[in-house]
C-alpha cells in the first residue's frame, strides 16, 4: 500500500510571502501525484496534478509542484500568497494501476495580513 | 448536476442505529468513490464503482458498512449498527472514466455523522 507523508500539519505565512508545503510518498512503482485544497466550509477540488511528461506541474492561481522521483516528493510551491490561499492542503498518491488513491493528513495554510 | 451532492449534511445517530448516505455525481461520470474522513486525516479510501458494478470494497472498514449504486449513478453508504468510531466526515467522488481523466475526482462536500 501506498503512504503519503505531510510533515507540516500548520504553516503560518504572511502575505506576498512565499510558501512550500511538502509531500513525500512511499512507492516504488510508477504513481501519479495530486494536491487537493479544501477551502473553509467547501469539498475538496483538485489543484494540480502530476501524471506524466514534465516534472513541473501548475495550477491556474499561481501554485506550483515539481515531481522528484529520486526524493519520492511532490512539494507545493507558491512564490506569493494572499490571504484568499488561506486553506486545508491535501496531498494524494495513485498507483496508477489501481483504483485507490492515498491521502496525507493535510497541511493548514493559514495567511497573515 | 453541476457538481457533486451529498445528503444529508449532517446526520447524527444513537449508537446501534443504522444510517444511510446519499450521493448524487456528476451527471455521466462513470466511476463513484466513498471516502472516510475522521477527524485532522486526510480522507481513507473505502470502496469503488464503476457504473453499478462495485470493483473495490477493500476499504471497508467491517462488514457493517455496504454501498450500492443500483443503476449506476445514485449511491448510498450505508452503516448498521453505528459504533462510536464510525463518526466521521464521509467524502463522495466521481470522475470520468476515459483515461486520465478517471484521476480527476470531483469531491462533494460530505457528510458529517456522530455517533453518541
Known amino acids: 500500500a501506498q503512504s503519503v507523508t505531510q510533515l507540516d500539519s500548520q504553516v503560518p505565512v504572511f502575505e506576498e510571502a512565499p510558501v512550500e508545503l511538502r509531500c513525500n510518498y512511499s512507492s516504488s512503482v510508477s504513481v501519479y501525484l495530486f494536491w487537493y485544497v479544501q477551502y473553509p466550509n467547501q469539498g475538496l477540488q483538485l489543484l494540480l496534478k502530476?501524471?506524466?511528461?514534465?516534472?513541473l506541474v501548475e495550477s491556474i492561481n499561481g501554485f506550483e509542484a515539481e515531481f522528484n522521483k529520486s526524493q519520492t516528493s511532490f512539494h507545493l510551491r507558491k512564490p506569493s500568497v494572499h490571504i484568499s490561499d488561506t486553506a486545508e492542503y491535501f496531498c494524494?498518491?495513485?498507483?496508477?494501476?489501481?483504483?485507490?488513491?492515498?491521502f496525507g493528513t493535510g497541511t493548514s495554510l493559514t495567511v497573515i495580513p | 448536476g453541476a457538481g457533486v451532492s451529498q445528503s444529508p449534511r449532517y446526520k447524527v445517530a444513537k449508537r446501534g442505529q443504522d444510517v444511510a448516505l446519499r450521493c448524487d455525481p456528476i451527471s455521466g461520470h462513470v466511476s463513484l468513490f466513498w471516502y472516510q474522513q475522521a477527524l485532522g486525516q486526510g480522507p481513507e479510501f473505502l470502496t469503488y464503482f464503476q457504473n453499478e458494478a462495485q470493483l473495490d470494497k477493500s476499504g471497508l472498514p467491517s462488514d457493517r458498512f455496504f454501498a450500492e449504486r443500483p443503476e449506476g449513478s445514485v449511491s448510498t453508504l450505508k452503516i448498521q449498527r453505528t459504533q462510536q468510531e464510525d463518526s466521521a466526515v464521509y467524502l463522495c467522488?466521481?470522475?470520468?472514466?476515459?483515461?486520465?481523466?478517471?484521476?480527476?475526482?470531483?469531491f462533494g462536500p460530505g457528510t458529517r455523522l456522530t455517533v453518541t
Open positions: 467522488a466521481s470522475s470520468s472514466r476515459g483515461g486520465v481523466s478517471f484521476y480527476e475526482q470531483y
Open positions: 494524494a498518491v495513485s498507483a496508477g494501476t489501481g483504483n485507490q488513491f492515498y
Open positions: 502530476y501524471l506524466s511528461g514534465s516534472t
